[in-house]
């Protein structure tokens, strides 16, 4: 992000206000913007300036009829319900709309605490059963997630093999993580994304999904790294955002359980981040806002990155 001629750093509210020798801090809603020159520091007259020049990159895929997507939820479907001269007012103007049916779990979006639990018990000990009905959930439901504007940092695990792609199956170990890592400045109250390339496949839903082959993504003990990080919310650019072995499908979702249940961290799915893997960029901001569904255990997302 660039304001005349100066990078932004962007941090999240939870955190302590950030400083500087000459004080040039700016809130901005749920954010502070610190604009730093090589003479000292300067204070924006608006947040605007500090994005002014700046590109954004949709890490969001196209929602349509067919798309990819994990045999456990209700599938997309769209349909015009009306059309263009179907009803002409008396001016001759005309509209179109549409009928959208979908799950919460479709296409990019984000993952609510209230989506897993673990011998029936949901993040903080929260009895499922008892907040749950058919009308969704009185507590943890998608609706209770702030919206996120604040740093991330993507761990690109393919470039630290050498890949564009990392192979269908590949499980991601901490050492993984550790060598996407280096360089980078990890920090508590911020978005952690994971790098697998995968986004590249979405064109071919057999593969994507990792049916019969697996998906590449974090196992059971580099879901606990990046639980370790205690960062607000983790991406990643597969349906099921963690590793999934050939042949297995969804039967067992250790990470989930890690994030979600035992360290109340949100996921981010399906995020199409090949682009900001092809540019090189690490870190960024990144705004995360899924639709308020009351209730209900997810929602997509249409995530941008500002860098």
């Given at each position: 992000?660039?304001?005349?001629?100066?990078?932004?750093?962007?941090?999240?509210?939870?955190?302590?206000?950030?400083?500087?020798?000459?004080?040039?801090?700016?809130?901005?809603?749920?954010?502070?913007?610190?604009?730093?020159?090589?003479?000292?520091?300067?204070?924006?007259?608006?947040?605007?300036?500090?994005?002014?020049?700046?590109?954004?990159?949709?890490?969001?895929?196209?929602?349509?009829?067919?798309?990819?997507?994990s045999p456990n939820h209700a599938p997309f479907r769209m349909l015009l319900e009306r059309r263009h001269g179907d009803m002409v007012r008396s001016d001759g103007g005309s509209a179109a709309n549409e009928v959208i049916v979908t799950g919460g779990h479709v296409g990019t979006h984000v993952d609510a605490l209230a989506h897993v639990s673990q011998d029936g018990l949901l993040h903080g000990g929260l009895a499922a059963a008892g907040v749950q009905s058919h009308q969704g959930f009185t507590a943890l439901g998608i609706d209770t997630?702030?919206?996120?504007?604040?740093?991330?940092?993507?761990?690109?695990?393919?470039?630290?093999?050498?890949?564009?792609?990392?192979?269908?199956?590949?499980?991601?170990?901490?050492?993984?993580?550790?060598?996407?890592?280096?360089?980078?400045?990890?920090?508590?109250?911020?978005?952690?994304?994971?790098?697998?390339?995968?986004?590249?496949?979405?064109?071919?839903?057999?593969?994507?999904?990792?049916?019969?082959?697996?998906?590449?993504?974090?196992?059971?003990?580099?879901?606990?790294?990046?639980?370790?990080?205690?960062?607000?919310?983790?991406?990643?650019?597969?349906?099921?955002?963690?590793?999934?072995?050939?042949?297995?499908?969804?039967?067992?979702?250790?990470?989930?359980?890690?994030?979600?249940?035992?360290?109340?961290?949100?996921?981010?799915?399906?995020?199409?981040?090949?682009?900001?893997?092809?540019?090189?960029?690490?870190?960024?901001?990144?705004?995360?806002?899924?639709?308020?569904?009351?209730?209900?255990?997810?929602?997509?997302?249409?995530?941008?990155?500002?860098?």
């Open positions: 992000m660039r304001a005349r001629g100066s990078p932004a750093r962007v941090h999240d509210r939870s955190l302590r206000r950030p400083s500087c020798r000459s004080t040039p801090v700016v809130q901005c809603g749920t954010a502070f913007l610190v604009l730093e020159h090589p003479e000292g520091c300067r204070l924006v007259d608006a947040p605007w300036e500090a994005l002014a020049g700046a590109s954004v990159f949709d890490l969001a895929q196209p929602m349509r009829t067919g798309m990819p997507q997630f702030t919206p996120y504007v604040g740093r991330a940092v993507l761990l690109d695990v393919a470039a630290a093999h050498g890949v564009a792609t990392l192979p269908p199956g590949y499980e991601i170990t901490p050492g993984d993580l550790d060598r996407a890592a280096r360089g980078l400045d990890i920090r508590a109250g911020e978005a952690l994304l994971v790098g697998t390339g995968w986004s590249r496949h979405w064109a071919d839903p057999g593969l994507f999904t990792g049916q019969s082959l697996g998906v590449p993504g974090p196992g059971a003990a580099a879901g606990r790294w990046l639980a370790e990080r205690r960062p607000r919310l983790v991406g990643a650019e597969s349906i099921a955002f963690e590793h999934i072995a050939p042949g297995r499908g969804h039967a067992t979702l250790p990470v989930h359980r890690i994030l979600l249940v035992e360290a109340g961290i949100n996921i981010v799915e399906t995020m199409r981040l090949s682009d900001l893997l092809d540019a090189g960029h690490r870190e960024f901001l990144l705004i995360v806002n899924p639709l308020p569904l009351a209730g209900a255990t997810g929602a997509p997302v249409r995530p941008l990155a500002v860098v």
